[in-house]
């Protein structure tokens, strides 16, 4: 009998902090498509918050821990978000180009060659199958790194499709949120001015969800949204897929 | 005041260690071939005449008629009191159809002269079939400014001159000036224009409210 | 609208002023909205527009790095077609050239076409110092010299007033009233600066390329008003940024076909003038001296280090119209000469203060402005260099926080304590350099609900 094969969740500070739900649905998902998942102890951030602010050496510290823990796992790593899957897998080499050695580096490559966004797993993996019995409208929104990075802008939407029979389109398909870590505290009505534009756009759609790749995303437009009062719900993909395969703890 | 040596060693200093790698976005090195557009150019003037259109330009004369015949088609529409005529050669006898219609010539190379000018007559070394552009010479033409200040600009253009996309003259500038550039060569399209206000585009701005083309052979 | 002076007021000051105000906010959205969708229509008509930026940004990278050479050719080629040219390694230097080009000349009276670097060096100022009256002659520019303000975008500067604003300003020189409609006020410029240019002793001109094979200085535009700057007067100064050249006519090609789909959509804009010399003697019309002078301003700087890709920018405006900071707060929050994703980069580098540092804040490091521009430069990658750059001269406050949260966050048993402690809502953000983080956040937006518990907590619990 084959063994099942493991692979390695990388959760993310945000949605360890803020949003675990997402974490669950991510462990779900790789179950039912036939993973054993395990969630490597010892990684805890991959550094983008300070990264972003320019305060690369504090990144790199935090960074290399979750670098040698994801290191340590020899397995495939499936990371809930796109902007920390573009971390590891694009900005670590500049990293630690800057703040780290040439072992730091090797790992690097390592580690990159084995690390996927979520959405991008399901499609090269094959998704589980789920009941297109989910009425409610949904509309995607592009996070940034993943879409201009990472180059991840079909496989998300086929998923989606696989679960949603009434998915519509943004007219700013691809728009930042404003969320950008530091900047949305830096020029916060510059952040809020970003998010209103794209909510704006989202809620023209009609749908009654927005869905993302990216719990930052999720945040800031979530916290607009409810601030202005507006009828609309958000959910990461994966919680999405989750309760399409079926039922969330 | 900095005098071109110390210039350009503050720039050679500069770079002195070269330019750092970018580890992230390497440069590439791909050549600068001649650009592949997608329209279809294998009918030269028909795609020049399309493009010209779409430019705003207006098509006023056909090769197959004589040019003294189109000439007054345009006086009589345009109506001018004062024309300004270029040295162009296709403009060889354009002189005589105006000075037989009755319309003063303005003195060459004489601005006032030249801006008082309802309409101003060219001729084109070059058209451009991607772009619907004409392209006007000043030692050809012996001067800029017929083509310039007067509302109206009527444009002789050889069809036997008309290549298919602006790379046909820009990679062969030495084919088309075989002794030397002049003080001013330019890429006329269509009449001149503006957006700044509200992006909406209004014609006719400082340069000519109207461009002709009268094709010749 | 007024013009928000870069040291009076902090870039978060001058970008709440602009979210602020609602027809800003529309013009804003027109404008970029419009600008963007013409310029991927425009690129429809290549063939492959990606090999096209790769061309572009590989044939920029060489000119660059052998730039000095390419300037000695760019001089000898204009010095050999009968051009004077001047070396000005500032501002002020610059400035100083075409004052006492305009001295010796007895200069009363200039018209200018659009010029970015005028704006950079304060070259009106300085002429208005000398008892020179300059107009501007671009639609755009003449609008908010009027108005007494600077450009807002660099290709359409006035975008930030809509049509009856745009009234205004042309108002205060008209003794008819006028009306709104675009195609009258550009009717109304036409006749009242006809005059101009034909009294004007002295044209100043940018330059869009500086051919160096030929020697010839290329110019893009759409209304007539660069030719009428460079062939009415009889004396013509061409403004020309350094790094503004290219080697060859094959190079042009490729850089027009690319700046003007960019910037404004077009296949081709209304006029490009090749202009190599004063006029000849056959020609019988044209400038009888021309004079072009190149600027450093700081240029030299930026070359040789890991910021000279930015002097690849053609001066398009791409990047303005996909950037969705700019979309909200305009050009003028920028606070200097250049706006947008481009002038988020140059400012922190031509301009030394703590002010100008702060610009490369200005972005949300999403990439749009990568995406669109048509020479492929890394412009997010520098906004973060520079950031690199100013967290090296970060308060110690600042500094310590980020010390402060590495030192947590790199040991798993102290990140899971600050998730317990639900120190994760400012543990995230940096706690202690800005005031009133949490405050910043919820001054428009909900806070998140931090649950008690964090996902490793649970997922341990669950695996037990």
């Given at each position: 009998?084959?063994?099942?094969?493991?692979?390695?969740?990388?959760?993310?500070?945000?949605?360890?902090?803020?949003?675990?739900?997402i974490g669950f649905a991510t462990a779900h998902i790789l179950e039912r498509m036939g993973y054993a998942v395990a969630v490597p102890d010892a990684a805890t951030c991959c550094g983008q918050p300070a990264w972003n602010a320019g305060h690369a050496e504090a990144a790199a510290e935090?960074?290399?821990?979750?670098?040698?823990?994801?290191?340590?796992?020899?397995?495939?790593?499936?990371?809930?978000?796109?902007?920390?899957?573009?971390?590891?897998?694009?900005?670590?080499?500049?990293?630690?180009?800057?703040?780290?050695?040439?072992?730091?580096?090797?790992?690097?490559?390592?580690?990159?060659?084995?690390?996927?966004?979520?959405?991008?797993?399901?499609?090269?993996?094959?998704?589980?199958?789920?009941?297109?019995?989910?009425?409610?409208?949904?509309?995607?929104?592009?996070?940034?790194?993943?879409?201009?990075?990472?180059?991840?802008?079909?496989?998300?939407?086929?998923?989606?499709?696989?679960?949603?029979?009434?998915?519509?389109?943004?007219?700013?398909?691809?728009?930042?949120?404003?969320?950008?870590?530091?900047?949305?505290?830096?020029?916060?009505?510059?952040?809020?001015?970003?998010?209103?534009?794209?909510?704006?756009?989202?809620?023209?759609?009609?749908?009654?969800?927005?869905?993302?790749?990216?719990?930052?995303?999720?945040?800031q437009l979530e916290g607009r949204a409810a601030r202005r009062g507006m009828d609309l719900a958000f959910v990461h993909l994966a919680e999405v897929a989750d309760r399409a395969t079926g039922s969330p703890t | 005041m900095t005098d071109k040596q110390q210039f350009l060693e503050t720039v050679r200093v500069a770079l002195r260690d070269g330019i750092p790698p970018n580890l992230l976005r390497p440069l590439p090195d791909t050549p600068n071939d001649p650009i592949e557009y997608t329209p279809d150019l294998s009918d030269t003037l028909g795609a020049f005449i399309r493009s010209a259109g779409d430019s705003g330009a207006e098509l006023v004369g056909t090769p197959d008629e004589a040019l003294d015949v189109v000439v007054r088609r345009v006086l009589d529409t345009v109506a001018p009191k004062v024309v300004a005529v270029s040295n162009d050669p296709e403009c060889d006898g354009v002189a005589e159809t105006l000075t037989s219609a009755g319309i003063e010539i303005s003195a060459p190379n004489d601005i006032a002269a030249t801006a008082a000018a309802d309409l101003g007559i060219t001729g084109a070394v070059a058209g451009i079939a991607l772009t619907g552009s004409v392209v006007v010479d000043a030692k050809r033409a012996k001067g800029r400014l017929a083509s310039l200040l007067p509302k109206v600009h009527l444009v002789l253009l050889s069809t036997r001159r008309i290549v298919s996309t602006p790379g046909d003259v820009f990679r062969k500038m030495d084919d088309w000036f075989p002794d030397g550039l002049p003080s001013n060569v330019v890429l006329i399209t269509g009449p001149s224009r503006s957006a700044d206000i509200e992006l909406e585009i209004t014609e006719g701005v400082h340069g000519p409210q109207q461009l002709l083309i009268a094709l010749v052979d | 609208m007024t013009v928000i002076p870069i040291e009076e007021l902090?870039?978060?000051?001058?970008?709440?002023?602009?979210?602020?105000?609602?027809?800003?906010?529309?013009?804003?959205?027109?404008?970029?909205?419009?600008?963007?969708?013409?310029?991927?229509?425009?690129?429809?008509?290549?063939?492959?527009?990606?090999?096209?930026?790769?061309?572009?940004?590989?044939?920029?990278?060489?000119?660059?790095?052998?730039?000095?050479?390419?300037?000695?050719?760019?001089?000898?080629?204009?010095?050999?077609?009968?051009?004077?040219v001047h070396w000005a390694s500032t501002d002020r230097e610059a400035c100083d050239v075409v004052t006492t080009i305009a001295m010796e000349r007895g200069v009363r009276r200039v018209v200018?076409?659009?010029?970015?670097?005028?704006?950079?060096?304060?070259?009106?100022?300085?002429?208005?110092?000398?008892?020179?009256?300059?107009?501007?002659?671009?639609?755009?520019?003449?609008?908010?010299?009027?108005?007494?303000?600077?450009?807002?975008?660099?290709?359409?500067?006035?975008?930030?007033?809509?049509?009856?604003?745009?009234?205004?300003?042309?108002?205060?020189v008209s003794d008819e009233p006028l009306g709104d409609a675009p195609q009258d006020l550009a009717a109304f410029a036409r006749e009242a600066l006809r005059s101009r240019f034909l009294a004007a002793d002295m044209g100043i001109s940018g330059v869009n390329f500086a051919v160096a094979e030929s020697g010839s200085l290329i110019l893009v535009t759409n209304e007539g008003n660069g030719r009428l700057t460079t062939s009415v007067p009889p004396i013509h100064v061409a403004m020309l940024g350094m790094e503004r050249v290219l080697e060859s006519w094959d190079?042009?090609?490729?850089?027009?076909?690319?700046?003007?789909?960019?910037?404004?959509?077009?296949?081709?804009?209304?006029?490009?003038?090749?202009?190599?010399?004063?006029?000849?003697?056959?020609?019988?019309?044209?400038?009888?001296?021309?004079?072009?002078?190149?600027?450093?301003?700081?240029?030299?700087?930026?070359?040789?280090?890991?910021?000279?890709?930015?002097?690849?920018?053609?001066?398009?405006?791409?990047?303005?119209?996909?950037?969705?900071?700019?979309?909200?707060?305009?050009?003028?929050?920028?606070?200097?000469v250049y706006p947008g994703p481009m002038g988020a980069v140059l400012t922190p580098l031509l301009l030394e203060s703590e002010a100008a540092g702060e610009v490369a804040d200005a972005s949300s490091l999403c990439g749009a402005c990568w995406e669109a521009c048509p020479v492929g430069i890394p412009l997010q990658d520098m906004l973060l260099a520079l950031r690199r750059r100013q967290a090296e001269e970060a308060t110690l406050a600042e500094r310590t926080a980020w010390r402060v949260w590495a030192a947590a966050w790199s040991r798993p048993s102290t990140y899971r304590a600050s998730l317990r402690t639900g120190a994760i809502a400012t543990g995230m953000f940096d706690p202690s350099s800005l005031r009133g983080p949490v405050r910043r956040w919820s001054d428009g937006r909900e806070m998140p609900k931090v649950p008690k518990r964090s996902f490793r907590q649970q997922w341990k619990e669950s695996r037990q």
């Open positions: 009998m084959q063994p099942v094969p493991e692979v390695s969740l990388f959760p993310t500070c945000i949605v360890d902090a803020v949003k675990p739900e935090v960074a290399r821990t979750t670098l040698e823990a994801l290191a340590e796992t020899g397995q495939e790593i499936v990371v809930p978000a796109g902007s920390c899957a573009t971390m590891i897998r694009v900005f670590w080499r500049e990293l630690f180009e800057l703040h780290g050695d040439a072992e730091d580096r090797e790992l690097v490559a390592n580690v990159a060659a084995r690390t996927f966004e979520l959405s991008e797993f399901m499609d090269a993996r094959g998704a589980p199958n789920g009941d297109i019995d989910d009425p409610e409208s949904v509309v995607y929104h592009r996070s940034c790194h993943m879409q201009r990075e990472l180059d991840i802008v079909e496989q998300p939407e086929a998923v989606l499709d696989t679960y949603i029979a009434d998915r519509r389109r943004s007219a700013s398909e691809g728009r930042c949120c404003g969320f950008g870590g530091m900047f949305s505290i830096k020029l916060p009505e510059a952040s809020v001015a970003m998010a209103d534009e794209v909510l704006d756009s989202l809620a023209a759609t009609g749908a009654a969800r927005v869905v993302s790749c990216d719990a930052s995303c999720l945040m | - | 902090t870039l978060r000051q001058r970008t709440a002023v602009a979210v602020d105000e609602p027809r800003l906010r529309i013009s804003l959205e027109r404008a970029t909205d419009t600008l963007s969708s013409r310029q991927s229509t425009a690129y429809g008509q290549f063939a492959d527009p990606e090999r096209l930026r790769s061309a572009a940004r590989a044939a920029k990278a060489q000119v660059l790095s052998r730039l000095p050479d390419v300037l000695e050719q760019l001089a000898d080629r204009l010095e050999a077609s009968g051009v004077v200018k076409s659009k010029s970015m670097l005028t704006e950079e060096i304060g070259l009106n100022q300085a002429l208005d110092g000398i008892g020179v009256e300059v107009t501007e002659t671009d639609l755009g520019e003449w609008i908010i010299q009027l108005a007494g303000e600077t450009p807002s975008h660099i290709i359409v500067p006035a975008i930030h007033r809509d049509r009856a604003q745009c009234r205004d300003a042309l108002q205060t190079q042009l090609d490729l850089f027009l076909a690319l700046l003007t789909r960019a910037a404004t959509g077009q296949p081709i804009t209304t006029y490009v003038s090749a202009i190599t010399g004063p006029a000849q003697a056959e020609e019988g019309e044209g400038p009888e001296e021309v004079h072009v002078v190149i600027v450093d301003n700081g240029r030299s700087e930026i070359l040789g280090t890991e910021f000279t890709e930015m002097l690849a920018c053609i001066r398009c405006g791409a990047c303005l119209n996909a950037c969705p900071v700019y979309r909200v707060t305009g050009g003028h929050a920028y606070g200097w």
